[in-house]
């Protein structure tokens, strides 16, 4: 383990010696490219914040957004609709370039004004309000949107704005005066930030390599190098930890918990995940177009149970869709969603159910303990009377007009219900344009009281109103907020921070120390 942990960069001997610091992390999951604008997946999520900066930063130890400078350094609103930012000096990007305003610019544009098409799912499920950016001079940008911005600052601070180099990615393939698809699915496959490590090896779905990047503007990296290996089986996370050949490992039950626990060489760091594990409904199913159906499904599932049975009671079980990091939006009171098998009952046979088998889609270990909840769940349909059975996939199907329930997840992109089920549930976000979601324009007024409303209580007022509409003719249920754990070798001091999105991996300074071996 010694020998993996670190590597003596001089001779101990030496005065003044110093350690190189390396670690290996054992993951459930890697991402198949690297583009922070692409992403919206928990596994990519993982990946960025080592190599990408946002123009304005946050204290990632709090959940709610205190804004702290980033490639921008002062920002401020000139218009009710424009802002104004300062560009930090002397940044460079991990290839050598020197990021300027043009750089940011076309950043921002790329997303603004998408012409990609991954780039405009993003666009349209969280960045819509944003019109364009502008370069005002060598050190100075703005950023203008269609109407007053109440998020502004949140919004530029997602993984999405992260600044890229525009030479770089136009220059990838073709005409390099033109930033063409190709461009950005190269981009996506040998990725340049100016973050404090740079990616020099990445095998889609296998392997990540950091290095530390010595031009970074900030706080120097703690680790000089840090590598990402894709291992599937949590028994085999946890060997890897045993044998030295990893020092971090992800995804870990509740029910390994004790056992790593009771190893002197290991520790544990886990948290509830500001993350829903969700199962969605096709209300478009031919099947599943009449609600008491949906209703009945969600009605049947005690998530009360599948907690202590999944999680050991661990987890978080929401009455509605709501955390307590959505601060003056937290809403424990509404009762959106509950567990009452005799209802279930009752709306099928009201509906007409006539023993349709109902599948249940999931995607073998992409989710910690995915498939025994889909198991779980469907025994529990089967005990109101429900026929079911489980697809087990190699990819998502959430976008196939056959998929009829599944499981997903819903993460708290950033601390406020739009950067959580807004992302996903807005009119012409994700759920609605995959065909399994419809809003009409009543749906669509609420919304735009509860997004641009500056008041908290009008905003209140609206969310319950939506919430009173997903009851009614639910698409999704949340299950349960997981406990996720991450195993690691006694040497390394790690853990996940309230700020991030779920799952990131934070290396930079401040964040992980590794100790010196003996």
């Known amino acids: 383990m010694k020998r993996l942990l670190l590597a003596s960069a001089l001779t101990a001997a030496l005065p003044g010696a110093v350690f190189a610091a390396e670690i290996t992390v054992a993951a459930a999951n890697v991402a198949p490219y690297l583009d922070p604008g692409r992403d919206h997946s928990n596994v990519g999520s993982q990946f960025y914040y080592n190599s990408f900066d946002p123009l304005i930063h946050k204290d990632y130890t709090k959940a709610d957004m205190q804004a702290q400078p980033g490639l921008a350094t002062e920002w401020k609103m000139v218009e009710p609709t424009v802002m104004e930012l300062k560009l930090r000096e002397g940044v460079v990007f991990q290839n050598g370039e ?42 100075t940008v703005r950023v203008h949107v269609k109407r007053e911005e109440p998020l502004f600052e949140t919004l530029l601070n997602l993984q999405q704005t992260f600044i890229v180099p525009e030479d770089y990615i136009k220059g990838l393939t073709g005409d390099p005066k033109v930033a063409e698809d190709a461009d950005y699915e190269a981009f996506s496959l040998a990725p340049v930030g100016t973050g404090p490590y740079a990616i020099t090896e990445f095998v889609p779905g296998e392997k990540i390599v950091y290095e530390r990047f010595d031009g970074f503007w900030g706080e120097k990296a703690p680790l000089d190098r840090a590598t990402v ?46 993350l829903f594990h969700v199962m969605i409904m096709n209300m478009n199913h031919p099947k599943l177009k009449d609600a008491r159906i949906r209703q009945a499904l969600s009605l049947a599932i005690d998530r009360d149970l599948l907690n202590e049975a999944l999680w050991l009671g661990k987890a978080v079980v929401p ?27 009752a709306l099928l046979a009201e509906a007409g159910y006539d023993g349709f088998e109902v599948t249940f889609d999931t995607q073998g270990s992409y989710y910690t303990n995915g498939l025994l909840a889909a198991q779980a769940i469907t025994e529990m349909w089967a ?8 697809r087990d996939l190699p990819k998502w199907s959430g976008n196939d007009p056959e998929m009829m329930t599944r499981n997903w997840s819903n993460p708290m992109y950033f601390s406020d219900p739009f ?62 907020r997981p406990y996720e754990a991450w195993a690691m070798a006694q040497a390394v001091t790690w853990a996940p921070k309230a700020g991030h999105i779920p799952y990131v991996l934070d290396f930079r300074a401040g964040s992980i120390s590794v100790a010196a071996a003996n």
């Open 98 to 139: 020197a990021m300027t305003a043009d750089d940011v610019v076309f950043s921002l544009n790329r997303m603004f004004q998408a012409t990609f098409p991954p780039y405009q799912v993003r666009m349209r499920d969280r960045l819509a309000n944003f019109d364009r950016a502008e370069k005002i001079d060598d050190l």
């Open 229 to 274: 290996l894709h291992v599937g089986e949590v028994a085999s996370r946890l060997t890897a930890l045993r044998t030295g050949e990893a020092q971090i490992a992800t995804n870990i039950a509740p029910d390994q918990l004790a056992m790593i626990e009771g190893d002197a060489t290991l520790k544990v760091e886990g948290a509830v995940t500001p």
């Open 319 to 345: 009455a509605s869709h709501t955390m307590e990091e959505f601060g003056p939006l937290y809403m424990p009171e509404l009762k959106t969603f509950e567990y009452n098998p005799e209802k279930a009952k």
């Open 383 to 390: 005990a109101v009377g429900v026929k079911a059975s489980i």
């Open 419 to 480: 950067g959580s089920f807004g992302v996903m549930w807005a009119p012409n976000g994700p759920s609605e344009a995959e065909g399994r979601f419809n809003t009409d324009p009543e749906y669509a007024e609420i919304w735009d009281r509860f997004r641009f409303s500056k008041d908290v209580e009008a905003r209140r007022t609206a969310y319950a109103e939506l919430m009173d509409r997903i009851a009614a003719n639910p698409p999704v249920l949340p299950l349960y």
